[in-house]
């Protein structure tokens, strides 16, 4: 049995997330459920509440991996939260965790994800117009290595396809 894509969202927490990013990282949620992924947050709120809400709206498995060393502070919409106790060090779990990085407005907590996963060589795709660092990583490199170009999509829609799409041709 194949293993399930793991797709990341990563973006503003519930302090500083625009209301479009918000319904944006839902029809994320919903997409990344509809196309049989698993979708994997910071598992808070904001845009990782807002992914997890959609996922969950459109029948998905969704799993929460928080900074804090109690479950109860995990979003609503988390089937599995694991709790770190470790705070920002967490963001490299989440990104370890991906098999393709969706990236939503967001601020520094989402710079630290995204590097983590470029690092890692792991697909980031940034939600262009949603602003934050998704719009400022958005077509660029994140050094001059240039090993893994953050992609840039205009839709929630196109960027998971995008994502899916990049997973799939890591796997040849």
């Known amino acids: 049995m194949a293993r399930l894509k793991q797709i990341l969202i990563i973006g503003s927490g519930e ?3 625009s209301e479009p990013a918000y319904r944006a990282a839902y ?3 919903v997409e990344v459920a509809k196309h049989g992924a698993v979708l994997i947050s910071g598992g ?3 845009v990782m509440e807002a992914a997890s809400h959609g996922a969950k709206d459109a029948g998905g498995f969704t799993i929460g991996i928080i900074p804090y060393d109690d479950k109860s502070k995990g979003n609503a919409y988390c089937d599995v939260v694991i709790p770190t106790g470790l705070g920002y060090a967490r963001d490299f779990l989440t990104a370890y965790s ?3 990085v969706i990236i939503v407005e967001g601020g520094v907590g989402t710079l630290i994800e995204a590097a983590a996963a470029y690092e890692k060589k792991i697909p980031l795709v940034a939600l262009k117009g949603s ?3 998704a719009d ?3 077509g660029t490199y ?3 290595r240039k090993t893994e170009p953050v992609q840039a999509e205009t839709s929630p829609e196109e960027a998971v396809k995008r994502a899916l799409s990049l997973i799939e041709s890591k796997a040849l």
């Open 27 to 29: 029809r994320i949620g």
């Open 98 to 100: 991906a098999d393709a």
């Open 44 to 46: 808070l709120g904001g």
């Open 131 to 133: 602003g934050g660092t």
């Open 136 to 138: 400022r990583l958005a």
């Open 15 to 17: 302090d500083h997330c």
């Open 142 to 144: 994140l050094d001059d």
